[in-house]
Every structure is written in structure tokens, then in C-alpha cells.
């Protein structure tokens, strides 16, 4: 009886051992599955320093023949200045967008670009991700809109040729029951290059099948 006592201790002993060891390697596993991922940072696309301004000519689009048509109408944007609101740094920028009187109040904090009211507009860590535009952010005629970010390559304007990120927004216009329902999706783009900021932007008419370009012709950016 004592021999096998003693043969069983062994056993005991190595059991726990085992298993310890099993738990270990599985642990160890695990830890080296996780990745972290890194993300640009937006600031990197908008170039939000004070005295940075960009240039832009107009182009009409004909969505039926693809011809375009030169304008000779520019808009032009700069940085006015950087505030605090609520202990976090924004940038104002003004000018003319679209022929219109422009002001915007933005700020870049890692991925996200966000308004003067702390609201997300677009993250870079959410590329292909799709997102529902409020009220407050539908276009003249929409009833309804979606906001997506895409990454895209070759973006030509006057100024050059890039890769770039597209903010891209999808609406859907109001319309009689007569109209064809292709007809009621209509988009608007925002195009940033890293290093150099907004690049192209588009609207459109929604009573017609044109949409506006406005490409970067002239930037300093520091």
C-alpha cells in the first residue's frame, strides 16, 4: 500500500502542472491575437492652421452627357483664426462656397472631425461605414440622407492629382409619384488630400441634371 502511495504522488503533483501550463499557453495566445490598429489623423486631410486658405474654379457637370462646361466663378476658404469652446481648440474658416458667404467652425480630434456643437461629421476610423444625416444636414429638397467616407485614388483637379478621402452624402428628393425613383438620389462630395486639405467638393441642382465642381486650383497650406 505504501508503494502505490507514493507511485500516485507524482501524479497529483503533475496534474495541476499540466493544466497550469495548458492555461498558460492559451493566455499566451491570446494576448498575441490582439492588434492594435492605428488611424490617421483627420487633421492630416483638413490642414487646420491658422492662415491656410485654398482657391477653387467652378465646373457644371451634365449628369445625362458627362460634358462639362467652365463657370469662371471662384470660391476661396482660408483659416481666419483658432477659439476655445468648451477647453477644446477650434478653427473658423470663411470665405465663399458655391457662389454663397462661407463660415464653419471645426475641430480634429484624432480620427474625428467635429462642428462648433461637439457633433461628429466623419471619422477616419469609420471608412465604409454608413451613417444617417439629421435633419439639420439635408440639402434644399432632400427628404431623407445617408453620409459615408471612401477612400479613392487619382482625384484630378487644376492643382494635381491625389488620393484622397471622399466624404460622400446621398440624398433622397422629394418628388411626385410621376418621377422615376433613380431620379430622386442626388450626392454631394467633399474631397481631402493628406497634406494639402479640400481639394474638390460638388453639389447640384435638384430640379436639374447638373451637379457644380469647385477644384483646388491654388493652396497655401503651412
Same mark, same amino acid.
Given at each position: 500500500?505504501?508503494?502505490? /502511495?507514493?507511485?500516485?504522488?507524482?501524479?497529483?503533483?503533475? +496534474?495541476?502542472?499540466?493544466?497550469?501550463?495548458?492555461?498558460?499557453?492559451?493566455?499566451?495566445?491570446?494576448?498575441?491575437?490582439?492588434?492594435? =490598429?492605428?488611424?490617421?489623423?483627420? @487633421?492630416?486631410?483638413? *490642414?487646420? *492652421?491658422?492662415?491656410?486658405?485654398?482657391?477653387?474654379?467652378?465646373?457644371?457637370?451634365?449628369?445625362?452627357?458627362?460634358?462639362?462646361?467652365?463657370?469662371?466663378?471662384?470660391?476661396? /476658404?482660408?483659416?481666419?483664426?483658432?477659439?476655445?469652446? @468648451?477647453?477644446?481648440?477650434?478653427?473658423?474658416?470663411?470665405?465663399?462656397?458655391?457662389?454663397?458667404?462661407?463660415?464653419?467652425?471645426?475641430?480634429?480630434?484624432?480620427?474625428?472631425?467635429?462642428?462648433?456643437?461637439?457633433?461628429?461629421?466623419?471619422? $477616419?476610423?469609420?471608412? +465604409?461605414?454608413?451613417?444617417?444625416?439629421?435633419?439639420?444636414?439635408?440639402?434644399? @429638397?432632400?427628404?431623407?440622407?445617408?453620409?459615408?467616407?471612401?477612400?479613392? +485614388? @487619382? =482625384?484630378?483637379?487644376?492643382?494635381?492629382?491625389?488620393?484622397?478621402?471622399?466624404?460622400?452624402? $446621398?440624398?433622397?428628393?422629394?418628388?411626385? *409619384?410621376?418621377?422615376?425613383?433613380?431620379?430622386?438620389?442626388?450626392?454631394?462630395?467633399?474631397?481631402?488630400?493628406? +497634406?494639402?486639405?479640400? /481639394?474638390?467638393?460638388?453639389?447640384?441642382?435638384?430640379?436639374?441634371?447638373?451637379?457644380?465642381?469647385?477644384?483646388?486650383?491654388?493652396?497655401?497650406?503651412?
Amino acid at each position: 500500500m505504501r508503494i502505490t /502511495i507514493r507511485l500516485f504522488w507524482p501524479l497529483l503533483l503533475a +496534474g495541476p502542472l499540466f493544466s497550469c501550463s495548458r492555461g498558460s499557453q492559451e493566455l499566451q495566445v491570446e494576448e498575441e491575437a490582439v492588434e492594435v =490598429v492605428q488611424f490617421e489623423p483627420a @487633421g492630416s486631410f483638413l *490642414q487646420l *492652421q491658422v492662415g491656410n486658405y485654398w482657391v477653387y474654379e467652378s465646373f457644371s457637370v451634365n449628369l445625362e452627357t458627362g460634358e462639362e462646361t467652365p463657370l469662371l466663378k471662384r470660391d476661396s /476658404i482660408y483659416v481666419l483664426k483658432d477659439t476655445v469652446i @468648451g477647453r477644446s481648440e477650434y478653427f473658423i474658416l470663411e470665405g465663399s462656397r458655391l457662389g454663397q458667404s462661407h463660415r464653419s467652425v471645426l475641430r480634429c480630434s484624432g480620427p474625428e472631425v467635429m462642428d462648433a456643437e461637439g457633433r461628429l461629421l466623419f471619422s $477616419t476610423a469609420a471608412v +465604409g461605414d454608413t451613417a444617417v444625416l439629421p435633419a439639420a444636414r439635408l440639402a434644399e @429638397g432632400a427628404e431623407s440622407g445617408e453620409a459615408c467616407l471612401y477612400h479613392v +485614388g @487619382g =482625384v484630378e483637379v487644376p492643382y494635381g492629382v491625389f488620393d484622397a478621402l471622399e466624404y460622400r452624402r $446621398t440624398f433622397t428628393l422629394s418628388s411626385s *409619384q410621376e418621377e422615376k425613383e433613380e431620379s430622386r438620389l442626388r450626392r454631394q462630395s467633399d474631397f481631402f488630400a493628406r +497634406g494639402i486639405g479640400l /481639394i474638390k467638393y460638388t453639389s447640384f441642382f435638384p430640379n436639374q441634371p447638373l451637379d457644380i465642381e469647385m477644384r483646388l486650383v491654388r493652396c497655401q497650406v503651412k
